[in-house]
């Protein structure tokens, strides 16, 4: 029989309740055996045997009575724990007394000499015999079992950071797994007061005595932070300080997830490595951004996508009077029409178009027809290296289809058009980080339109978290695939947000906005994405460069080592919240935009490639290709101006 079947065999497997009611009426008679012949020294003469087997079946029976009542034979043994001792106690201790009480009663109080009358020595010697055997065999059949268990299971070496309840609570519910073999190796505690110390058996250690002693030293080791309410800043602090170790680091489900006070160790999960590239929840301004947009009509563009799915998501908590979808994206689309149909208010009317934003007469029955107070521009093509090699797409999308919306919103009154901007767009050095640039600048022209109405507003912010196409999906398929893992430069840096983070901004700068700024959000520090591809391994169990392997593919094209959120000659004015800041930002005239784009449109119709891309770079100075076929047309335009 293989170990596996051996192992579910027996993992499987309990003994019934009435087996072990029997083991323990067998124990009553052991020890009451061992009583009597303690009482009597161990001299087999002096024991008047039609005189024991009343005196055994009297108490006997108050046993077994007892034992009936507090179901002391009900626990599944291999389980056995204190509470499981306390009513054995309770069991025995029952039976000893009515059976002292009655001995007692029928000797001194009717003042007979019977043969159900048995001497207390025997009682109290029987009790703790009889106490003894019941607790301590079922703690040896537990610690039997689990030792037979291990033997088949793969070990892991667990540290378990936080030596307070939840730590606590941790061993205990690891102790009690049967799916692995976990050895608890020591707590972690940054408390001077309890290092050095143990707590029921187990050493409590430093972080530094901690590595020094298990890290790099101990096989398959995980580190579990069980640590309630702790801050972005310390679970980055610890994390980082194993991971960069190659320990896996996993944390205990939110409070609010267990169950009567408790977890299951399938709920302690890996630390995800959006949870290192976060930060501390960012607090919006959420009433004015309700009284906004309660009962508005709302029309979001891109709604399939990462961005726009999520505006729709967070729109529907602030009750608007309807709120319109629209996406090329059929499969998308319907998929987020069955998610939001489940939980869309029933005051809110939900309507669905699958249409380009480029489509002028479409996209003006849509909005005539429903009139919206806000539209968020979210349609956009965004992954750089494919806009490299289709800058006709990148600019029929993301500048004319955000100048055809843009026009149609003035036309129709609507109140606030916010615009969904990238960090691509400063300092661009590729088509796409341009394309959006220049949608940037038209809507920012609108606003100098005399007689408009609608203000126009743009954000920007840097890669978000899970959006499809970008990095951590990808790293997560190369790990799954088994590697490489390829990062195109050791260098290269980015700047990450959630995807609802993203969204909130986009939602505040729509009800904070006066018309005409680019707001931008405090992005945190950047990440480099060797350490990100690194800690991704790490954290998926593996090891770099053993496990899977980190390749190097080279700047893709139009890619930049940098990203940035300001252009050199941008500075930031601030706003009420202090995490975002509003750009200053050369703005043209509409005029003057109104020109370049339709010239635009017509090198769209009849030129080439190169033509469009130079026209745009006509209208953005600071636009240099970056490891592009494009890059020959700065060179051509520097050797003019020479």
């Known amino acids: 029989m293989s170990q596996s079947l051996l192992l579910s065999k027996y993992s499987n497997t309990f003994l019934s309740r009435w087996l072990v009611f029997a083991f323990d009426l067998g124990i009553v008679v052991f020890s009451f055996s061992v009583a009597t012949l303690l009482r009597m020294n161990f001299r087999l003469t002096d024991i008047n045997f039609d005189v024991f087997k009343y005196h055994f079946l009297f108490l006997f029976t108050f046993r077994a009575l007892a034992f009936l009542y507090f179901q002391s034979y009900t626990g599944i043994i291999r389980h056995t724990s204190i509470e499981d001792a306390v009513i054995i106690l309770k069991a025995v201790f029952t039976g000893t007394f009515f059976a002292t009480i009655l001995s007692l009663v029928v000797r001194y109080y009717f003042n007979l000499d019977t043969l159900f009358y048995v001497p207390l020595s025997i009682l109290v010697i029987d009790f703790f015999i009889c106490l003894f055997l019941m607790v301590s065999l079922r703690f040896w059949v537990k610690s039997f079992y689990e030792s037979f268990i291990r033997e088949f299971r793969p070990s ?36 001077e007061s309890k290092i050095g110390k143990t707590i029921e058996g187990i050493r409590v250690y430093s972080l530094t005595e901690a590595m020094d002693k298990f890290v790099d030293k101990t096989d398959g080791l995980e580190v579990i932070m069980a640590i309630n309410n702790i801050s972005l800043k310390v679970k980055k602090r610890i994390t980082d300080t194993f991971l960069d170790r190659g320990v896996v680091v996993k944390i205990l489900p939110p409070v609010e997830k267990w169950v009567g006070g408790e977890f299951a160790v399938n709920q302690i999960h890996n630390v995800k490595i959006e949870d290192l590239l976060g930060r ?37 908590a602030y009750l608007p009077a309807s709120i319109i979808l629209v996406d090329q994206a059929e499969s998308g689309l319907f998929d987020l029409e069955f998610e939001i149909s489940a939980s869309i208010p029933i005051n809110t009317k939900l309507s669905v178009y699958v249409a380009d934003v480029t489509d002028q007469k479409r996209m003006s029955r849509i909005i005539s027809a429903h009139k919206p107070n ?63 640039r220049l949608a940037e600048m038209y809507t920012q022209s609108m606003n100098h339109l005399e007689g408009i109405s609608t203000k126009f507003i743009a954000t920007r912010f840097g890669n978000v978290l899970g959006s499809s196409g970008s990095v951590i999906p990808l790293f997560k398929k190369q790990i799954e695939r088994g590697g490489p893992v390829t990062v195109t430069h050791p260098d290269i840096t980015r700047y990450f947000m959630t995807i609802p983070e993203a969204c909130e901004l986009v939602l505040e700068a729509a009800t904070m906005g006066n018309g005409g700024e680019v707001f931008v959000f405090d992005m945190g520090d950047s990440v480099k994405i060797i350490d990100l591809a690194k800690k991704m391994i790490t954290l998926s169990g593996l090891r770099v460069d053993r496990d899977i392997e980190i390749k190097f593919s080279g700047l893709r094209p139009g890619e930049k080592l940098y990203e940035e959120l300001l252009n050199n000659n941008e500075n930031t004015l601030p706003t009420h919240h202090p995490k975002i800041l509003i750009a200053k930002v050369n703005t043209p005239s509409y005029s003057y935009m109104e020109i370049q784009s339709n010239e635009l449109e017509h090198i769209l119709e009849h030129g080439t490639s190169n033509q469009l891309v130079s026209k745009i770079k006509d209208i953005i100075p600071e636009y240099k290709s970056n490891n592009s076929v494009f890059e020959q047309l700065d060179k051509v335009s520097i050797r003019s101006k020479g």
């Open 374 to 436: 806000f539209i968020f521009h979210a349609a956009a093509y965004k992954h750089v290296p494919l806009m490299e090699s289709n800058p006709y797409e990148a600019v029929r999308i993301n500048v004319l289809g955000t100048k055809i919306l843009s026009e149609l919103a003035a036309e129709y009154h609507v109140e606030r058009f916010v615009m969904v901007s990238t960090d691509k767009a400063v300092n661009p050095t590729n088509v796409m980080g341009a394309t959006k």
């Open 280 to 316: 501390d929840v960012i607090q919006m301004n959420n009433k004015e951004v309700g009284e906004q947009l309660y009962s508005k009509t709302i029309l979001v563009t891109g709604a399939a996508g990462s961005i726009g799915s999520e505006i729709v998501r967070q729109l529907v």
């Open 156 to 191: 892991v070496g667990i540290l378990i950071y936080g030596a307070g309840y939840s730590g606590m609570l941790t061993k205990n519910v690891i102790n009690n797994d049967r799916g692995i073999n976990y050895t608890i190796l020591g707590f972690i505690d940054d408390n």
